[in-house]
């Protein structure tokens, strides 16, 4: 019975941090799941990491996007040092480790493959092949 108890109780725990009945409903339609956990730290975009070591390694850590990016969110929206610490590389979050920040490096933006602001290469080399174009008759 105690068992029973224990999962009612921790139930209306991930619907209490998960914002309510409503909260919880917009959480599972925008991520097809419910979690609870500590919250780690919050990235500079706004992006919430989580952790709980009661769930499977591999699932006990992860990011709940920032509401700026609706339902377009992707995995390239996660910057590098929160993508250390969510992938086990290392176990401590870039609040407590001290990761050194170089003048070369490049500010974190997401990946823009798929937009209109993709990267698209052109070449400025004669093709080896060129498409037939019939005479034309007089």
Not at 11 to 26: A, L, Q, T
Request: aromatic share 16%; no cysteine; hydrophobic share 30%.
């Amino acid at each position: 019975m105690a068992r029973y108890i224990e999962k009612v109780t921790r139930f209306y725990k991930i619907i209490k941090e998960n914002g309510g009945i409503m909260g919880s409903v917009r959480q599972l339609f925008w991520t097809d799941e419910l979690k609870t956990g500590t919250l780690v730290g919050v990235d500079e975009d706004g992006n919430k990491y989580y952790q709980n070591n009661m769930y499977f390694m591999g699932r006990s850590r992860w990011v709940q996007y920032s509401p700026k990016y609706g339902f377009d969110y992707d995995g390239s929206q996660v910057p590098p040092e929160w993508h250390r610490w969510l992938s086990y590389i290392s176990d401590e979050p870039p609040t407590v480790a001290k990761l050194p920040k170089r003048p070369w490096m490049a500010k974190h933006t997401e990946n823009p493959s798929g937009t209109p602001d993709e990267y698209v290469p052109y070449s400025t080399t004669r093709p080896k092949i060129e498409a037939w174009q019939p005479p034309v008759q007089k």
